[in-house]
């Protein structure tokens, strides 16, 4: 009798745990998604990574350093060390200069563009459209400023340029509050 109701609890139990690993399951890493949160989202592969969520699967099976993202620049690699409680390290100028923090678009010259389609192949956000042997053209919403498409890219000089966007009220973004709970206490 001992053995059967000892069997019954066992497969209770089984059943239960197997419905609750089912039901409760978690999609993804969340130490992947927190860090893929403080990338830029540029997509720009300066990292060496096809993009941003390639890096922070690299960054969080210790794959990658924290400093090879210059969009993010140093505030983002501080972000990043701190999230994953490591010591914040020098950008790594292999990886590209870090960003001054304006935000850039690149502009195509309609007279110079001679509709080559290297720029839209290598645009990590479809922000250039444009057909062969036809002008291009940047699509300025969805451009992330990564740089991608400029020379030795482009074979015609100042084709493509860069352009800082200026701060109207659709560009302007509030800076992200740094909130502690020891400052809520007081």
């Known amino acids: 009798m001992a053995i059967i109701a000892l069997t019954m609890l066992a497969l209770i139990f089984g059943v239960l745990l197997g419905y609750t690993a089912i039901r409760f399951r978690v999609e993804g890493d969340p130490i992947v998604d927190s860090i893929d949160a403080i990338l830029p989202q540029t997509q720009c592969g300066q990292c060496g990574y096809p993009g941003c969520k390639p890096y922070a699967e690299a960054i969080a099976s ?35 200069a870090a960003d001054d923090g304006l935000p850039m678009v690149a502009i195509i010259n309609d007279a110079t563009c001679i509709g080559c389609t290297k720029c839209v192949q290598v645009c990590p956000v479809d922000a250039i459209v444009g057909a062969a042997k036809q002008v291009h053209s940047v699509l300025d919403v969805y451009c992330t400023g990564c740089e991608l498409c400029l020379p030795p890219l482009c074979p015609v000089e100042n084709c493509i340029v ?24 007081t």
């Open 62 to 96: 210790d794959q990658a350093e924290i400093n090879q993202c210059p969009p993010g620049g140093e505030t983002g690699m501080k972000a990043l060390a701190e999230l994953l409680g490591r010591e914040p390290i020098p950008l790594n100028p292999e990886n590209g």
């Open 162 to 185: 860069m352009i800082s966007v200026e701060k109207t009220l659709k560009t302007w973004k509030w800076s992200n509050p740094q909130f502690h709970l020891e400052d809520s206490a």
